[in-house]
Each structure stands twice: as C-alpha cells, then as structure tokens.
Nanobody, 115 residues
C-alpha cells in the first residue's frame, strides 16, 4: 500500500498563489507516476497535473501556464505550485500515485479561491 498525505490548501484570494505538497509513505517501491486531481462540488474529479519519476509532466489545459508540478524523489514528495488563481479553481485537491494499473489517493485538501 501507498499512503499519501496532502498539505497546503486553504483560502486564497483570486489572483493569488499557493503551493500544495503531498508526501508518500508505505510501499515506496510502488511510488511511480504522481499527480494532482481536483473535484469541485457537483463535478467529477479531474486531472490537474501529473509527473513521472523522471520529471516528465502533463497538465490540464485549464491550468497550463498557471501551474507547475514538481517532485523530490528522495523525499517521496510531489508539489503543485499554482498562481493567478481563479474562483473556478476552488475544489478539493487530491494527490494521486499510479502503479501497475492501481490508483492510490490521498484524503484531499480544500482549496477555496475567493473573488
């Protein structure tokens, strides 16, 4: 099993920035592609960004140019830096790890962007 613990959410004004962190523990050999997803009220969970162990990243169109995903493999930690935040970025942000077809999820951290 892989356990994921997110931190860094909160209330931010529109135009502001924040940094989310997620540290993985447990079966660290299963730590592989890590990423962030988000779910707004009444909507499906959606991809924000993912990053491989080698550092290759992928972003949703909605956050391209405003988000940067990075990871520290030595610390088993993935980060999401977001800027120019918009009210529509309000959601619960979930950390994810993908390994051998399995998805591991954190409990989520709330991000609220006020207008």
């Amino acid at each position: 099993q892989v356990q994921l613990m997110e931190s860094g959410g909160g209330l931010v004004q529109a135009g502001g920035s924040l940094r989310l962190s997620c540290t993985a523990s447990g079966s660290i050999l299963r730590i592989n592609v890590m990423g962030w997803y988000r779910q707004a009220p009444g909507k499906q969970r959606e991809l924000v960004a993912t990053i491989t162990k080698g550092g290759s990243s992928n972003y949703a169109d909605s956050v391209k140019g405003r988000a940067t995903i990075s990871r520290d493999n030595a610390k088993n930690t993935v980060y999401l830096q977001m800027s120019s935040l918009k009210p529509e970025d309000t959601a619960v942000y979930y950390c994810n790890n993908q390994y051998a077809g399995l998805n591991y999820w954190g409990r989520g951290t709330q991000v609220t962007v006020s207008s």
